[in-house]
């Protein structure tokens, strides 16, 4: 069956059924219009979600931010309006737009494009992977929203945010303070008309019982009465259903037996009676096992040692408090046998979907904010992925780099290892600086490196720095290694790797050296493939298995 307006509507007029999927009595509508030079209001976006709030007074202010935000160079201004309509006025609203062309949630008019009705969506709440819808959605945190959509397929008013994608990021900014809309992460849906319905008749409750079975139970709302559900589930994995449950149930926990408990598992809550999805899950990481309670050391542990100096300082003792969380649920051998050879393949296939935050960071140069700002970023992402390993490989990498990144993995027993070509920069001759002293106007990148006996004094030298540095080592299980004697080959490029990061290995381009992260210009990017980068890093890792390449390792 086509799908268009009328369809639409009908649909919209079915969902909006007091207890049905929720009770609603008013939208919150929120739009971010443009204006070029003296022209109408344009939509770029518009948010409707409905909510059970009572309609209120219409804002004085046109808009949140008060005056327009002009976008520079483009000739476009922006505001973002809020305010309330009622359900009959959406409805309303969809009928004129059918009938005439013209949108008019409100007073006035909103220039739009070709708008054509899509069939409707089910946005489920985030899992282990973000989803970009939820970063447009407003609070779709539980059970998930249904969603209804005019699509502006020619856009032709947004043309140049699409030719110029920074035009679209510095839009997003500009108007992030005001709405927290991630506009640059759906850019497909700029131009477009959005109608959010959440779900709050019930609250899904699921997770692991006794005996591998999944426990399943609605809470309904004190103003609904209960009645049939069904839940499935799945695991889909390499284009599979490697395992279905379906099962019946009104109120309490209900049981499906699940065999395969790995990434990958999903659910579905249908109202067979009313023909409509009442909540459902993304793919997630396996709900099994008890629920239980962590408790976590009153006294926790830390790592102590000394960090390098700063510009003209001396090296001050750091304490780093390291997590506790509880290790993840051992699974033996017989938990599926696909593994881990399948998951060496998909992974590359299924990477380029992961969505991440710190993907594309540009540093410019400060040289003290970024560089306190770059080290900071790297922290973060050791914290995110790092609680199986994170390797470091860089040719200039030497024992004060390890200090200030690897040694601040908090996570106890990760593999941390460091590999280096002994690379040691060259001091310039005509200001007398290396590339990793904070940055004149002149940048660095100098190449050569250490030959014959002055390469063994360098990990003499490195070696020594971390002896005098390393502290009380709590949980640390960290290798320094150094490419010497013409082994394995030469390297360039420098890589942040999670190798065992959940949904497979992960890693960074850092674009320069630790030694000048953030004091010159570099940019931070997430590769497309980081499995590929572990293999290659590992291949050479295992090159340098002799004790004449180890530069320090945890005792």
Known sequence: MSWGMKEQIAHLEKLLKSGLIGTYRSFEVTEIVGFYKKGP????????????EVLGPIPKLPFLNGTRIPLPSTGWDFGVSRFRVSPEQVVEGLHRLDSTGEWKPASSPLKVGKLTAVPPQFVPADSYQPHPWNGILKNNFFDGSHVLELFD????????????PYLLRKLAELVRPYVPMGIDGLSDRIGNVLIQLPVTVAAIKFGGNQGGNFAFGPT??????ARPLRVSWEVYEDSTIENFASTAVTAGPASLPIHSKRTGARYIVWDDVNDVILGASAQSAFFGGQFSVTSHTINPKTREFLAPPAEGGKAELFTLVLRDDPPPAASGPGSNPREPWRSKRIFRDSLSALQSRKEFVQYKGAPDAGRSRALADVRWLMDTHGESGVWLWDPYLAANDVLSTLFLCPWPGADLRGLSDGKTPKV???CGKRPDDPPTNAAHEC?????????LSWQLEQRNVLEQSKGNCQGLNLEFRVRAGGA????????????GASGGAMAWSLGTSVNSLGRQHHILQKVPDGELIREAFLELWNLLDAPKYVVWKTP
Do not use: M, Y
Not at 153 to 164: G, I, N, Q, T, Y
Not at 447 to 455: I, N, W
């Open 41 to 52: 209001a344009t939509n770029f976006l518009s948010l409707l979600v409905a909510e059970p």
């Open 153 to 164: 397929r020619e856009k032709s008013e947004h043309r140049f945010l699409l030719d110029e």
């Open 220 to 225: 309904w709302h004190p103003d609904v009465s």
């Open 428 to 430: 310039c001759k005509h």
């Open 447 to 455: 190449t050569g490196g250490q030959k014959g006996a002055s390469r």
């Open 488 to 499: 394995g080959w030469p390297f360039h490029d420098r890589f942040l790797i999670f190798p």
